[in-house]
């Protein structure tokens, strides 16, 4: 952690509930926050300290729930524009279905899509988002570039995980061969963008991830040799895993064994990887989770959306591994949303084995803000309001009609409708305010965003 600066500005927020979500989750009925340039400086009952200087903003939080900013795990931005379409598939269906169109796309629509994207996540309180980005197709420009200008210009702090695939159906794979790389050329370029691109420092608004696709979509030697360059860089790495009872099939007759003990084969158990999805797990699945670190990015909407399944959280968080949430891709979760997913991780996993006994609201809080924090590396800077950490945190409107007469404010966060976001602030810097994004016109990506997706439909029917 950093010391503020003597001569910081200060914005005071006061007279809120607080969930910390720090170790001993505490929380306060009425409480106060005090950022101090771009750190928390002070949480606790009652209002803040008398005297305090520089203070440049004074926020009154009644009738407001202030939490830490929510931490997004796993998403693929360039499918802001193909939403909508193959609705009624399993996973493979959809993939066969969408390749396709992905193939075609190029710098502007990845651009257009990330700036969807991330403005709609940090409308809904996201403060650190994630994108998984495997397609690149040759002669679309810099695709990964065009997202990190996206979040750069939106304020938004971002771990771009640099994906790739090399095995084309002509290997036995599943996307097409046009729309895959060489082995050569993904670990190059996977390189350059940990280079180019990765700020390990504290407070840092940018990190690369290495994080080949999936295993039945990248070679063993792509993963075996991504993950010596993300080890040999000090860089974290992710993939899918065991997302899909057909990816458990693939893997057996492939390679002789599971999902889980094939990816530790080639190097991918540790606690530097995180993986998606993690639905058909096994209970030495989850003990070889537990006892390396390996972390989860729990995306239960689009799990359902293609009919995945129920992933095993319950058991995970019981084991120790590190949990946190994802969107997924909007092209298997339409809202885009990580705040809908609070809600939807607690009831799904309750129609599991567990029952209501499954997660309460405050697990279902604790892996949006906290266990993504951890999951992506970044425990010691954000995911709870504490002081020294980085000042990403929202404050959320509960005295609507959506939220008022719902007794407890977690459960009204979690279990109530979609709350509105009232002060939302990144790095201690305001992203939103009164629900609407105050770093871009909102109105303007939303144009973009349609003109880039008819445009992506057009190529495609004209190559299809």
Request: glycine residues 12%.
């Amino acid at each position: 952690m950093t010391e503020r600066p003597a001569s910081a500005e200060r914005t005071v927020i006061e007279k809120c509930a607080i969930a910390t979500v720090d170790g001993d989750e505490t929380e306060y009925a009425s409480g106060h926050v005090v950022v101090a340039g771009s750190l928390i400086e002070s949480v606790g009952p009652g209002p803040a300290p008398r005297g305090l200087a520089n203070v440049v903003r004074r926020v009154d939080g009644t009738g407001h729930l202030a939490t830490p900013g929510l931490v997004n795990t796993h998403h693929h931005f360039y499918q802001w524009i193909t939403r909508g379409l193959a609705q009624d598939c399993n996973l493979f269906d959809w993939l066969v279905a969408l390749y396709p169109t992905w193939a075609r796309i190029d710098e502007p629509m990845v651009h257009a899509a990330a700036q969807g994207s991330l403005a709609m996540m940090a409308r809904g309180g996201v403060t650190t988002a994630m994108d998984h980005h495997y397609v690149f197709p040759r002669g679309s420009g810099d695709l990964l570039g065009a997202e990190i200008r996206a979040a750069r210009d939106m304020g938004v702090r971002f771990t771009a995980a640099r994906g790739s695939m090399d095995r084309g159906a002509s290997d036995g794979g599943l996307p097409p061969d046009f729309a895959v790389e060489t082995t050569e050329d993904a670990l190059r370029a996977t390189e350059e963008a940990v280079d180019t691109h990765h700020d390990p420092s504290f407070g840092s608004m940018l990190h690369i991830a290495v994080a080949p696709c999936s295993p039945f979509s990248v070679s063993t030697d792509l993963l075996r040799q991504a993950a010596d360059l993300a080890r040999r860089k000090g860089v974290r790495l992710h993939t899918h895993g065991s997302e899909t009872v057909e990816e458990e099939k693939f893997c057996h007759e492939l390679f002789g064994k599971g999902p889980t003990d094939y990816l530790e084969s080639a190097g991918w158990l540790g606690d530097d990887v995180w993986m998606a999805h993690c639905v058909h797990m096994n209970d030495s699945d989850i003990a070889a989770f537990a006892r390396t670190g390996t972390g989860v990015a729990h995306c239960p909407s689009s799990n359902a959306r293609l009919g995945a399944g129920i992933a095993r959280v319950p058991d995970m968080l019981a084991a120790g591994v590190p949990v946190g949430l994802g969107v997924d891709g909007t092209a298997s979760n339409e809202s885009g949303e990580l705040h809908t997913e609070l809600r939807n991780a607690l009831l799904v996993n309750r129609l599991g084995h567990h029952g209501e006994k499954a997660l309460n609201a405050r697990q279902a809080l604790r892996m949006g803000t906290r266990g993504g924090a951890e999951v992506l590396g970044r425990g010691t800077e954000i995911g709870s309001l504490e002081a020294g950490k980085l000042a990403d945190l929202v404050l959320w409107k509960l005295d609507g009609l959506g939220h008022a007469s719902i007794a407890d404010p977690v459960a009204a966060l979690v279990l109530g409708a979609a709350a509105p976001v009232t002060l939302s602030l990144i790095d201690g810097r305001p992203v939103v305010e009164k629900g609407r994004l105050t770093t871009v016109d909102e109105d303007a990506v939303a144009r973009s965003t349609r003109d880039e997706a008819r445009r992506l439909a057009r190529i495609a029917a004209d190559a299809g």
